[in-house]
């Protein structure tokens, strides 16, 4: 690549807080005399010293109108006929999902220090490694750079489960592996199809996102172009019924995997949808909402009703996130402002209150390498700490007023009803209780009662390394509980331009052959590298 791109890494750049994980990630290699304590320190601090490069990053940028930062584009493949940029920027609706992401890996190397027992080199190196893929995909501006991010991502948490998994864990790992690159494969032909589609009209291939927008298909190319986008996020959600490898993953993933994967990687189909389907497709979209909304409900009770019948606890808080993020369908295709304020939020509170669900059962496992419900009970006599936590944590996940699950659920059910989604948003609402029902199962069945196990009497509550884990994400469940307009506020006038062009573009008439539309932004690759100013405001690195 340019030496541009390495100009970048060196300064105040997205590029810097992208790939500083996977650079972090080289020294390990030298490190393989070295003690597992000392991996571990180094882990943590590099996950600290990139959490502190996505803040102050942040913050120096923040904006409450238009993208908060972009970096200049640098020419990965310049040719005759096709055009690829390194273009990546940062707005109200990733910022959200990289802070998150940044907070949750120091947080999961803290919960990894014991319940790692194996070659901590490697898994530190994956945790890294898998931190730039996500991180990367949600800043990528080329569609074909976002599907190498994409990518990236599978690997790591490939081996993440297989290797520090349970005892089915290479089914698991397998079993992720093939639903998600199935998924991805479609998405790429969709991304091909459409950067030719580009070329067709200009002359010259295209994988920018601006440009790409542009594109406006026949009906008919659109429904194709949408499923193939759709199935791939659909999976990573995963919506019902691509579901069924996400049990199996949680249930077999170490409690770290299990972390990333509900706080992070799931977000990334729900992502997908909002960042390109929706806005690629409006008029596919909108005549698949009925679909998409359907099966959105189905996955609130079904994951729910599977999540109140489930005898391992870890399993309940995975089916949980089938019906958690069915929410956050609901709300991104009901096409109302304060419903995808609410889906994006929830996005960002599922990855705080499932987080802190799934620490607090590896906690557990670590003391008893069990997670079944009929081995606990009493655990709030022994452990008062670890039951004020784990009460918290699940009054916040089933949406307790002053808690952040309330507002984000209130907000998709205000904005689906406001929608027009009135049968749908009453089944979500039925939804709701079932999620109490369970919920409140998982606090039954572990903390209240006698305690019936005499192995359980001398369980240690617990300890501050634990504490100091859980810690900010409780606050932050509080905080947005209590205060969300603050978090609110950074996405709104991001979320109300996509829409508008949404609602722009579903209801114009539908074109009979691929045209290129001027919609504020974009234009011919060529030109972008000549003029060094392309559409979005970037200046272009040479």
Known sequence: MSPDFFDLLLGDSITR???FPAIAALPLLLMRRASATSVKVYT????????????????????????VARDPVVKWIDLSSVAILYEVGLDGISLPLVLLTGLLMPIVILASWKGIEKSWIGYSASMLLLATGMLGALVSLDLLMFYVFWEVMLIPMYLIIGIWGGERRIYAAVKFFLFTMAGSLLMLLGILWMAWSYGEITGVWSFRYEDLLQLDFPLQQQL?????????????????????WLPDAHVEAPTGGSVILAGVLLKLGTYGFLRFAIPFFPQ???????????LAVT????????AWAQLDMKKLVAYSSVAHLGFVMLGLFAWDLVAWQGALLQMVNHGLSTGALFLLVGMLYDRRHTKKFDEFGGLAAVMPWFAVALVFSTLASVGLPALNGFVGE?????????GGLHWATAIATFGVVLAAIYLLKLLQETLWGPVTKDENRGLADLSLREAAALLPLCILMLWIGVAPDRFLEPSRPALARVLAAFEARRDLPSSAQ?????????????????????????????
């Open 17 to 19: 807080f992208v790939f």
């Open 44 to 67: 943590l601090a590099a996950t600290l010293v990139e959490l502190a490069l996505i803040v102050l990053h942040a913050a120096s940028h923040w904006s409450s109108t238009g993208m």
């Open 224 to 244: 194709w172009l949408f499923a193939a986008f759709a199935l791939a996020f659909a999976i990573k959600v995963p919506m019902f019924p691509f579901h069924t």
């Open 284 to 294: 596919a979209a909108d005549r698949l909402a009925p679909w998409v909304v359907g």
């Open 299 to 306: 996955g609130v009770v079904y994951g729910a009703l599977v």
């Open 410 to 418: 209130f907000m998709i059910l205000l904005g689906s009803w406001r």
């Open 514 to 542: 691929v045209e290129l539309v001027d919609r504020g932004g974009g234009g011919d690759p060529r030109v972008t590298f000549e003029a060094g100013t392309p559409a979005g405001g970037a200046e272009l690195s040479r």
